[in-house]
């Protein structure tokens, strides 16, 4: 008898196939691909004989379309800036990875200044004493020294 699942990736209740009692995921197209992207990710990180089969047969397609990617740049220019987004994103989380446990330098926590760290990923620098960001220093409100006259 077919029983009822949640599929991990819509979160929709469904039935297992009679013919899969193993299912886990739904029958949607959409949940099917991430689920064979995933099994895809797996097995490359897992399988270096399954890594330089894909790796052999994508290399083994560039040269045989060796105009394929020259030409689709041509054909869709936003895939530039997209693509260097995308890059700028990468390098962003392998620095914040870097810092993580990082105690090599100034403890902030015992400096005199105060620190300020804002952002989406400070949950991921709490144990980290060095940080490359912008920094913005503002001058105290208060009493301004006149400056120095020649006389």
């Not at 060796?66 to 700028?88: I, T």
């Not at 105060?114 to 940080?131: F, Q, S, Y």
Request: glycine letters at 2%.
């Amino acid at each position: 008898m077919p029983q009822n699942s949640c599929c991990p990736y819509c979160k929709c209740s469904f039935l297992h196939s009679p013919y899969r009692p193993q299912q886990a995921v739904c029958s949607r197209p959409e949940c099917q691909r991430r689920r064979r992207v995933d099994y895809h990710r797996r097995k490359l990180e897992a399988d270096p004989e399954y890594r330089q089969i894909a790796h052999d047969s994508q290399k083994k397609w560039r040269e045989a379309h060796p105009d394929y990617l020259p030409r689709y740049r041509a054909q869709h220019p936003e895939a530039k800036e997209r693509n260097r987004e995308r890059q700028q994103w990468r390098d962003q989380k392998r620095r914040i990875r870097r810092l993580e446990k990082n105690n090599l330098a100034l403890d902030l926590k015992r400096s005199a200044a105060e620190v300020w760290m804002v952002g989406p990923r400070i949950a991921h620098l709490d144990k980290n004493n060095l940080a490359s960001t912008q920094v913005f220093i503002f001058e105290q409100l208060g009493r301004r020294t006149p400056a120095p006259t020649r006389a």
